[in-house]
């Protein structure tokens, strides 16, 4: 049998079918493995290159791939669908990312370290946990309304709400109303002082990343995007450029240009969600700094010059977008944020 070159994974949780080619680009192998047979099965090949679709698990494998002297490359799945041919099934998957992964102009995702998955789980945890507070907070504001009685919007206000359903002597409120909203309240001050654990292991996680420590000198990044960013993206040279990063996450105008005219629209809201949300919100706290002229410098006289001209929102989306390429350049350089850097005006001029 031909030496073994390349080989395409198609992963599952417990079945994983190979689709493997020789030195001469002839099919050599198409195999399934249950999972305890795939580490005993690679230790015995000769180093190869590996391929894998991008998900959950697959920076698990490479790992493991890596340390018996594979080299591990791994393909977003949007990549490898236009390989597939005709109908869907796990070899045909297998095939798709066995060609795909030879292709010199495919984009790879870095593999993660277990510690980068680890970060990267506090704040999936801490996103649920604030998700599922919030529909308590919602949903006895809603009870609370059909008795007259609101407060204002937000967590900080809810605490009033809270106390009356604790205080047994309130008369204003039905007996059945208080038995009914008295485990949804123990539930909210449960999640909240779970949530309080996660804010302090994030904090925790990006004091002990230097990296994320540089990116929170940008303004409206603070720890717990700077984490995340450094977290999710283990090595910024794999962008050629900050635009090419901002693309990554979404924040570029989407094209549907052609015959030399260009036509931009909407961002792309592409890649990654949870990013593209965190610089969002960061972008809309930063710029109300500015706007209110409590930040001075040469990033808010471009935001205050813009504000003249475009919305606000707008606005934000362009100010994340600007804080995603500085971020680029912070974690590609090793570096910190340098405020009098590349003046925007100067560089639009």
Not at 60 to 84: M, N, S, T
Request: overall charge positive; glycine content about 8%.
């Amino acid at each position: 049998m031909d030496k073994i070159t390349i080989i395409g994974i198609d992963i599952a949780k417990n079945v994983f079918q190979l689709h493997a080619i020789g030195s001469g680009g002839t099919v050599v192998l198409r195999r399934q493995l249950r999972r305890g047979q795939v580490l005993g099965f690679f230790a015995k090949l000769d180093p190869c290159l590996i391929g894998l679709e991008a998900c959950a698990t697959s920076h698990y494998w490479a790992r493991e791939f890596q340390e018996l002297g594979h080299d591990v490359r791994l393909i977003p799945p949007i990549y490898v669908k236009p390989y597939v041919k005709r109908q869907k099934n796990d070899a045909a998957d297998a095939e798709a990312i066995c060609e795909a992964v030879q292709r010199p102009t495919m984009r790879f995702v870095a593999v993660k370290s277990a510690g980068q998955q680890g970060v990267l789980m506090l704040h999936r945890a801490r996103e649920l946990l604030v998700g599922q507070r919030t529909a308590l907070i919602n949903a006895l504001r809603g009870h609370f309304a059909e008795l007259g009685i609101v407060v204002a919007q937000g967590p900080q206000h809810v605490g009033a709400l809270v106390q009356r359903v604790m205080e047994e002597e309130d008369a204003g409120l039905p007996p059945a109303m208080r038995t009914a909203l008295a485990p949804m309240v123990a539930a909210l001050l449960s999640l909240g002082s779970e949530i309080g654990k996660l804010d302090k292991a994030v904090l925790a996680a990006h004091r002990n990343d230097k990296t994320s420590v540089n990116l929170a000198t940008i303004p409206g990044i603070g720890p717990l995007i700077a984490s995340c960013l450094s977290a999710s993206v283990p090595d910024a040279r794999r962008f050629a450029c900050g635009r090419e990063f901002a693309a990554y996450l979404g924040l570029v105008p989407k094209q549907n240009s052609t015959g030399g005219k260009p036509r931009l629209g909407r961002i792309s809201k592409m890649g990654n969600r949870h990013l593209r949300t965190l610089l969002v919100v960061g972008a809309h706290a930063a710029l109300y700094r500015m706007k209110s002229g409590k930040t001075q410098s040469r990033l808010a006289d471009w935001a205050r010059v813009l504000l003249a001209k475009k919305p606000f929102k707008l606005v934000a989306v362009a100010l994340a977008n600007k804080m995603a390429r500085t971020a680029w350049a912070i974690m590609a350089k090793e570096t910190s944020y340098n405020p009098g850097f590349g003046h925007p005006l100067e560089a639009a001029a």
